[in-house]
């Protein structure tokens, strides 16, 4: 479960599946921070970094627009493979803008992080909150977790991050009701339509999914794993209209197969955490492998509109 945070904290809870040593190691190495830190789109290059009490680590983001962030984080408490605390935000410009603790736990030889924001009003947390949100600021979460995969075992994969305000039963249902879903998985602008609505292990969907235009294409799902109310595996392909196995109709080296963990964590009873990890499914060419590491910001894009049409959709059912 996530601390209920204070109306001018923000608290944020990710699920590593590495050792503690290997995040914190992330974390504090500034050649593997490089990797990781920011939106996507966005580098980083490291001027110092002297991780003690008192210390600090001075690094400029740079943006894909081309504009450069500089930064000092000013080290309050580092406790080694358990907890950093450092006020964030500063430069010659300004003081920081607020104070982060983050504190990584061994569960079960996996990591679990939980970071907390401290601004000043309840308003200020609010409006970064809402900035953060802007700019992309959780996928820094999910870029670690990619970072961390290839680490582990070398697999490219795509991951994405999202707490909804429901229960974990609730947003359960709109991954496995095929009527919900259409609601809200296409992405903006295009309708979903289950031909052949089959949600269930072993079961096999056939759907359509057209702008109302020009763009009309179809896909299956195979769904190798359903355990209620936290865990959704399938397989993904498009197809023709006589289900074919055919190509992405605008990108024809996309991968042929796609599978996506869909993880569900109850940070409270009200209060749902859903992982997404997407990866290929079985042999790629080069290019195929390419085209989808390049992708991952349109990802970002996509998924994160989809998510916010199952907000409303959530919304509305309460």
Known sequence: MTATANANEIAITRFYDAPVQMVWDAWTDPEQVAQW??????????????????????????????????????????????RLV???????????????TVDFTDVGGTTRMDMRMTLPTAQAARDTKKFIREVGGN?????????LEVETSNRDVFVINHTFDAPIDSVFEMWTDPQHLAEWLPPRGFTMHFIE???????ITFWS?????????????????????????????????????SRHPL???????ML??????????????????????GAATPEEAEEFSNAKAGMTQGWTGS?????????RAR
């Open 197 to 203: 609505p089959d949600i269930r292990e072993g079961g």
């Open 139 to 147: 996928s820094t979460w999910d870029r670690l977790a990619e970072y």
């Open 260 to 281: 996506t963990n869909v993880e569900l964590t109850s940070e409270s009873p009200n209060s749902t955490l859903v992982t997404v990890k997407w990866e290929i499914h």
């Open 86 to 100: 450092y006020d964030h935000g500063a430069n010659d410009d300004r003081p920081p803008l607020f104070r982060v």
């Open 307 to 315: 998510f916010e049409k199952l907000e409303a959709l959530l919304e």
């Open 37 to 82: 830190w920011g939106p996507r789109g966005f580098t980083l290059t490291t001027h110092s970094k002297d991780l003690r009490p008192g210390g600090s680590w001075v690094y400029t983001m740079h943006g894909p627009d081309g504009v450069d962030y500089p930064n000092k984080a000013q080290y309050i408490e580092v406790v080694p493979l358990s």
């Open 209 to 245: 999914m057209t702008d109302g235009d020009e763009i009309t294409f179809y896909g299956r799902m195979e769904y190798l794993e359903i355990a209620r109310p936290d865990r959704i595996v399938y397989t993904q392909w498009f197809c023709d209209e006589h289900k074919n196995v």
């Open 251 to 257: 990108s024809p080296v996309w991968p042929e197969r």
